[in-house]
């Protein structure tokens, strides 16, 4: 199917796991964007992507990593979860040449 | 510098009645303003977008009004609806191959009462 596509939907974890979410579209956009939601802050930029090898940090990075070996794919690695990562996270992309970018249904992610 | 402030957190407005929601920015270089619209369980979605160059857009009944000198934009949604129900984010971006990220500001809950 065409379009941005998260998973897994929902994820449980215990505190200290590595856990990966992954993020694919099909429209060959040149960024790729990975924000969190939560009740007061909205949604803050955790990392984001130019282009397939290139990442920049975002608002909140800290406990968070990147990789971007292909133009579709755009996982985020949490190394060792702590509960304050508890949240949504959504993927997004967007065109080189537009300004739309698209958004993913989103993880819920609960560290425990 | 990076900031985007939005106002209110919630806001509920009878069917038929005018919502207004207001967002400021604080780093000049923002020449992108899109508001986006996410419905619960899903992600958001782009609404409606302005440039700097002019100073109001009107999609329908979503207009947005954006004062340059102020450094201030809103979303004003006309004669709304139950369906508008939502929550509503203004955001903030620069048109620059490494800076090109969009900066949310914190939601409206918007309600909007048959």
């Known amino acids: 199917d065409a379009g941005i596509t998260q998973s897994p939907r929902y994820k449980i974890t215990e505190t200290g796991r590595q856990v990966t979410l992954m993020c694919h579209q099909t429209?060959?956009?040149?960024?790729m964007f990975w924000y969190r939601q939560d009740l007061g802050h909205g949604l803050r930029l955790i990392y984001y992507?130019?282009?397939?090898?290139?990442?920049d940090k975002g608002e909140v990075p800290d406990g968070y990593v990147v990789s971007r070996s292909k133009t579709e794919n755009f996982p985020l690695t949490l190394e060792s979860a702590t509960r304050s990562q508890t949240s949504v996270y959504f993927c997004?992309?967007?065109?080189?040449?537009?300004?739309?970018?698209?958004f993913g249904q989103g993880t819920r992610l609960t560290v425990v | 510098q990076q900031q985007v402030k939005q106002s209110p957190q919630s806001l509920i407005v009878q069917k038929g009645g005018i919502s207004i929601i207001n967002c400021a920015y604080e780093?000049?270089?923002?020449?992108?303003f899109p508001w986006y619209q996410q419905f619960p369980g899903k992600g958001p979605a782009l609404l409606i977008a302005?440039?700097?160059?002019?100073s109001e857009k009107k999609e329908g009944r979503f207009t947005i009004s954006f004062n340059k000198s102020a450094k201030q934009f809103s979303l004003h949604i006309m004669d709304s609806q139950p369906g508008d129900s939502a929550t509503y984010f203004c955001?903030?971006?620069?048109?620059?191959?490494?800076?090109?990220?969009?900066?949310f500001g914190t939601g409206t809950r918007l309600k909007v009462l048959a």
């Open positions: 992507s130019a282009a397939a090898d290139i990442t």
């Open positions: 997004a992309s967007k065109g080189r040449w537009n300004t739309e970018a698209f």
């Open positions: 429209w060959s956009h040149s960024y």
């Open positions: 955001a903030a971006s620069r048109v620059s191959f490494r800076a090109y990220k969009y900066i």
């Open positions: 780093n000049t270089a923002f020449d992108y």
């Open positions: 302005i440039r700097p160059d002019v």
